[in-house]
């Protein structure tokens, strides 16, 4: 049997994991899901993903950001594909280092209020996110892509399948 390729969604609305879950595994992936970061996190180490999806607000404002940013910079967590689910507003740039446009967004006074900024060049598919947590420091970390919610089939599935091949 083929080895199927495992996907780790982590969201506290369990409709909207039902629904993502019915559309993975009709395509033949195999999904496993957590409620929270920490159980997250847990599923993520013992089960090593070919590819996570997080949804940002949790049991705080900001946890799916932190459990990317602790993929990040894990070791043996980094190589795996994150794809935020958000309804947050995505910035385009067409500049590679997606990093410098957030900085550059940040300093921006029409956009210097908004705790978070999420970028990706429309050209590399380069993304990131830039957020100011609870004590008002300034995080940033890359992510493999962005989907908004409520989540559609016809763009979830290709984000996946070129983040997996």
Do not use: C
């Amino acid at each position: 049997m083929e080895n199927l390729k495992k996907i780790v969604i982590v969201d506290d609305d369990i409709d909207i994991i039902a629904a993502v879950e019915s559309i993975l595994t009709a395509k033949g992936y195999k999904v496993l899901s957590a409620n929270d970061k920490k159980e997250g996190l847990a599923l993520i180490m013992k089960e090593n993903p070919d590819l996570a999806i997080l949804d940002v607000m949790m049991t705080t404002q900001f946890e799916g950001f932190e459990l990317a940013e602790e993929m990040a910079k894990n070791a043996t967590l980094s190589h795996i594909p994150v794809i935020i689910q958000t309804s947050i507003e995505v910035l385009t740039t067409t500049k590679p280092s997606v990093q410098a446009m957030a900085q550059q967004f940040r300093q921006n006074p029409d956009y210097s209020d908004l705790r978070v900024i999420l970028v990706k060049d429309i050209l590399t598919g380069n993304a990131g996110v830039d957020y100011l947590n609870e004590n008002n420091e300034g995080v940033w970390f890359p992510v493999s892509a962005f989907v908004k919610k409520p989540v559609n089939a016809a763009v979830l599935l290709p984000e996946i399948e070129k983040l997996i091949k």
